[in-house]
Structures are given as C-alpha cells and as structure tokens.
C-alpha cells in the first residue's frame, strides 16, 4: 500500500509540473522546444487522475493507519499470551472460584439445607465477582503495563516510530481483553461446578432467557471501564507495585468515600449515583427497566473515553526512561 501511495504522489506531482509548463507555453514564456514531448504524453494520460488523487491517497494513508494500529493490537496480545502474571492470576481465581462454591456445599450438605443451583448461585454472587475484577485489574495493570517501564521495552517501543496516542490506544486494549477474561473466571467456573453438582435449576421468575448473555455481557463492559482507569493509573505511576497498591487502594475506598460525602453533599451523590462504582452493582438485577438502559451503557463507555484520553494525555507529556 505504501508503494502504490508513492506512485499516486509520483503522478500527481508529474502532473502538476506539466500543467505549469503548459501554462509558461501558452503565455509565451516557454519555448515548446524546452518541454518534454515524452512529459506530455504523460501528462495527458494522467490528466484524469488529479481529482482523484488526493482522494485515494487518504484512503490509502487511512488504511495504512489500520494496519499499523492492527500490528500493534497483535503485539499486545501477543505479550498478553506470553505474560505469566496474567496465566498465575487466571489459575489463582479459577481456583477460588472452584473452592468458594465447595464451602456453600458442603455446609448446606450437613445442615440438611437445600442446595444452590447453578442459576441461583449465579444470580446470588455475581455481584461478589466485582471484587475479582478490582483485583484482577489492579494487579494485570501492575505486571502488563508497569513491568514493560522496569524493564525498557516501553522506551522502545516509543521511539518506534508510532505516535504515543497510537502506542496507548493498543495498550489500553490488549489490557482490558486481559482485564475481560480474569472477569469472566469467577462465574463460569463457579456456576459450571455448582451446575455438576447439583443441576442447573431456573433462573429468578422475573429474569428473561436473556439474563445469562446480560449479565456476561455487562460484566465485559463494566470490566472494560474498570481497565481504562486501571491503565491511567499504570501510566501516571509506572511502578508495578504503586500501580497494584493504590489502584487496589482506590478501588475498594472510592465506593465508601462516595458515599459518604454523597450523604451530605447532594453533587457527590449524584456523582456517585452516575457512576460505574455504583452501576456495577445493577448488573446482577433479575430485570433491568428499559429507562435505565441507556445510563446503564453511557456510563461506562463515557468513562472509556474520558481514562482513555487522560491516560494519552500523561503518556505523551511522560518521561521514559
């Protein structure tokens, strides 16, 4: 792609020099005999092209643009793969998330009390699965992102050629795919075990067959909002351990901190009220009312963009060393 935008710039170019040379020719300041009669000819057959040049050569320009953005993608996930903290975290949780169920199990099984089901155990503690997310993110932001600052590689990477916005952008997804497979451990796995054991029953009477796909669904988007801040933090600290201790600080605090200035400060409740902090809690709701599907969507992609923009702010003005 890169020679044929060369070759539209080549004849644009030729272009324009035939068309000031037919221009001198016509006014008399040329003499016929100084022209090209071989540049003509080109000239003529490329007087069409113009027009159109400019055109494709942003087209071009543009889709050179996706494929380096692609490239950069691929190599996220291509360390997000090769990464041991990520695949240490997802056996950590899986574990977890197999043991947890087994304690409800076995205490029910000597009390004599019914059993979960898969779909009651489901909606019961998926809202439990935000504590995974917290710290999912808080300790994938200190070893994918941090590490590459300790390490060099994201001075290398900066002086690649690629613009920083760029360089983020790729980062800030490769980290919250991460970020969204650590999220989806815990209900999986827990609801596939306590289905194994003891069936998979009915969802709550006031849910839909869509309840499942919803509250997964959610889950990735919500855990995608958790990872941008997560990556603002990463950028503006750069030390994996800072990183992981005060976004794990942040994200257990900032719902009591909220909520308590909100009890006397009416902004801050509605702040609160408005944010993914608070929303993430309506994720596991039987039935979400059709009026608050929209906050339910904005909020968190509102945040996406504002951490995005923030954490390219700081990575651009940041000094790596």
């Given at each position: 792609?890169e020679?044929?935008?060369?070759r539209f710039?080549?004849?644009?170019?030729?272009?324009?020099?035939?068309?000031d040379?037919a221009?001198?020719?016509?006014?008399?300041?040329?003499h016929?005999s100084k022209i090209?009669?071989?540049?003509?000819?080109?000239?003529?057959?490329?007087?069409?092209l113009?027009?159109w040049?400019?055109?494709?050569?942003?087209?071009?320009q543009?889709g050179?643009?996706?494929?380096?953005?692609?490239?950069l993608?691929r190599?996220?996930?291509?360390?997000?793969?090769?990464n041991?903290?990520?695949?240490?975290?997802?056996?950590?949780?899986a574990?977890?998330s197999?043991?947890?169920p087994?304690?409800?199990?076995?205490?029910?099984?000597?009390s004599?009390?019914?059993?979960?089901?898969g779909?009651q155990?489901?909606s019961?503690f998926?809202?439990?699965?935000?504590y995974?997310?917290?710290?999912?993110?808080?300790v994938l932001a200190g070893?994918f992102?941090?590490?590459?600052y300790?390490a060099?590689?994201?001075?290398?990477?900066a002086?690649?050629?690629?613009?920083?916005?760029?360089?983020?952008?790729?980062?800030?997804?490769?980290?919250?795919?991460?970020?969204?497979?650590?999220s989806l451990?815990?209900?999986?796995v827990?609801t596939?075990?306590?289905?194994?054991?003891s069936?998979f029953?009915?969802?709550?009477?006031?849910?839909?067959?869509?309840?499942?796909?919803?509250?997964?669904g959610?889950t990735?988007?919500y855990?995608?909002?958790?990872?941008a801040?997560?990556?603002m933090f990463?950028?503006?600290?750069?030390d994996?351990?800072?990183?992981i201790?005060v976004?794990?600080?942040?994200f257990?605090?900032?719902?009591?901190?909220l909520?308590?200035?909100?009890?006397?400060v009416?902004f801050?409740?509605?702040?609160?009220d408005?944010?993914i902090?608070?929303?993430v809690g309506?994720?596991?709701?039987p039935s979400i009312?059709?009026?608050?599907?929209?906050?339910?969507?904005?909020?968190p992609l509102?945040?996406?963009?504002?951490?995005?923009?923030l954490?390219?702010?700081?990575?651009?003005?940041?000094d790596?060393k």
């Amino acid at each position: 792609m890169e020679h044929v935008a060369s070759r539209f710039d080549a004849a644009t170019t030729d272009f324009e020099v035939m068309q000031d040379g037919a221009i001198k020719l016509y006014n008399g300041i040329e003499h016929p005999s100084k022209i090209s009669s071989a540049l003509l000819r080109r000239a003529w057959k490329l007087r069409g092209l113009r027009p159109w040049g400019m055109t494709w050569k942003v087209i071009l320009q543009s889709g050179l643009e996706v494929i380096r953005m692609f490239n950069l993608i691929r190599a996220e996930f291509f360390k997000l793969h090769k990464n041991r903290s990520f695949w240490t975290l997802l056996v950590a949780l899986a574990v977890v998330s197999l043991a947890y169920p087994l304690l409800y199990y076995f205490d029910h099984r000597s009390s004599g009390e019914p059993q979960f089901t898969g779909a009651q155990f489901l909606s019961t503690f998926i809202a439990s699965n935000v504590y995974a997310i917290k710290f999912g993110v808080a300790v994938l932001a200190g070893f994918f992102i941090c590490n590459e600052y300790a390490a060099g590689i994201m001075k290398t990477i900066a002086s690649s050629g690629n613009t920083r916005g760029r360089l983020f952008a790729a980062k800030l997804i490769g980290f919250a795919v991460g970020s969204m497979v650590v999220s989806l451990v815990f209900p999986i796995v827990s609801t596939v075990e306590v289905t194994l054991l003891s069936g998979f029953g009915h969802l709550p009477a006031e849910s839909s067959e869509f309840f499942i796909p919803r509250v997964l669904g959610l889950t990735l988007l919500y855990t995608a909002a958790y990872a941008a801040i997560g990556a603002m933090f990463a950028v503006i600290l750069t030390d994996s351990g800072k990183t992981i201790g005060v976004s794990i600080i942040f994200f257990l605090m900032i719902d009591i901190v909220l909520a308590g200035i909100g009890s006397k400060v009416e902004f801050f409740r509605k702040l609160y009220d408005d944010s993914i902090f608070k929303l993430v809690g309506d994720i596991s709701k039987p039935s979400i009312d059709s009026g608050d599907w929209p906050e339910l969507l904005l909020v968190p992609l509102l945040t996406i963009a504002l951490c995005a923009m923030l954490g390219i702010f700081v990575f651009r003005r940041k000094d790596i060393k």
